[in-house]
């Protein structure tokens, strides 16, 4: 998917909203269990059908897939077959923190944009330039940098101030990422729980899409992220996900899903129609 | 794996060495597509009854097995059942290079310890404390923590040095995680590319053992990383990959890396009979 694609289906939508796949089998309902043989694409399927004319995104993290072995693998590919057969605006993030070296995040590209059709895959800037330029060789797939993550952690390592030039690490990994790829194939993490730091953010990628995760459950506010993030294509996809998928235990939950969703994106028109950017 | 368990193994191997089953559909030798139904655990095997008196551990990278989807997941979950059933003195390490929020984590650990039967698993540090400290719940399981890397990449934001401490950026990792596991439970990646650097390393870190990969095709000496990277168990693992499963295409391939991993096992035994740690 291209950027102006993404902005359009956003004005569209009038919705930035990117719905976080992160099923859990202890926690989706029980009936699903008895009703079907395969109760976490079950899950996932109703989800999706309730939300996706209220978001522009799905992001599956590739944990909870990847714990339930073969059969979470396989739910996975069927998730995102099923979201590219149905509901094909939808921009699909693999959330998989990956990265490794040139020849081997090549193997991890190929798995995401050549075995899988995720548009986006989490990619972690720890070991630099060559283990994630393989994955922005696929014409119009998109990196998400982890920049500044929304986690207590974020304290240890992306605060240090480099010595030499005052930057702090999630500062540095945005410039010297400038180099490897554009607002075109590159968005970036960046948590929610410090909206105020959008600013320092915007002045070193004015133009660039961001991954909001944190709104929610984590804590972060929509008001502040939009205030201090929002750009001239909006720039911003804000991720919910426990907020959103597990709004209700019961038979509901598609219902309670979409309820949730659609409180969030009536917030998102909001703000949109407030910045000019949709009429 | 307990660390008095896995020096024992490299006294007794006279070996310190770990084979990286990295594993390339497009690099295995050409008659295996004729013979087997299987061609990438026949691979697998063969290479590890040709290896298995000569190294005291195994390490896949997972992105060989993603990359052929579902079929390469099973071949990861048969390849580590298939050392743990008929060499379990093999320490086996997922490098899978994981780490995400806290919760995420911990299915990431349910993964690799709890439905597969991983000693350790390669961890990227970006993202702090609460990405890494759920996977050393788990008895004589261990983190390998990514700290100094052999890549190109490595030099981007590895070095970066702390406006208020001096301290390089994996240097920082390496004391902050100190808090967060012992020398019981966690290990820390160093590239063989920058040896020297070993000094260093052990004046923070004078006990832990370091998986070491680079060492033979990435190019590093095995006696410059002995030099300076031997403590009073070992404290090395060093991986080879390339230059050991891919030694031959021919139908001689197992017969090659067995040849080439004994070379590397002289060259240990010599090693560790110098630095008197075997007689």
Request: charged share 25%; aromatic share 12%.
């Amino acid at each position: 998917m291209t950027k102006q694609e993404l902005f359009e289906n956003i004005q569209r939508k009038k919705s930035f909203l990117c719905v976080g796949l992160d099923t859990d089998v202890n926690k989706i309902p029980e009936h699903l269990f008895d009703e079907s043989d395969d109760p976490i694409f079950a899950f996932n399927k109703a989800i999706i059908d309730a939300t996706a004319d209220l978001c522009v995104a799905y992001k599956p993290n590739l944990a909870f897939y990847e714990s339930l072995g073969l059969e979470g693998w396989e739910i996975l590919e069927r998730t995102v077959e099923y979201i590219r057969t149905y509901y094909p605006d939808q921009f699909i993030i693999a959330d998989a923190k990956r990265g490794d070296i040139g020849n081997t995040s090549a193997m991890y590209a190929r798995t995401f944009f050549g075995n899988m059709d995720f548009d986006s895959v989490t990619v972690a800037p720890y070991m630099g330039e060559d283990s994630v330029t393989p994955f922005l060789t696929y014409e119009d797939k998109w990196v998400t940098l982890l920049a500044l993550t929304s986690n207590k952690g974020a304290f240890d390592f992306q605060f240090m101030k480099d010595a030499e030039t005052g930057e702090r690490l999630f500062e540095k990994v945005l410039k010297t990422s400038l180099n490897w790829g554009t607002d075109e194939n590159m968005m970036y993490v960046v948590g929610a729980t410090k909206a105020e730091m959008l600013t320092d953010i915007r002045a070193i990628i004015p133009e660039h899409f961001l991954l909001v995760p944190g709104v929610g459950a984590q804590g972060g506010s929509l008001a502040e992220v939009a205030k201090y993030g929002l750009n001239s294509t909006c720039g911003l996809l804000v991720n919910s996900s426990r907020q959103i998928i597990y709004a209700s235990q019961d038979a509901d939950y598609a219902k309670a899903a979409r309820l949730e969703a659609e409180k969030v994106q009536l917030e998102m028109e909001q703000i949109l129609f407030a910045a000019e950017l949709i009429q």
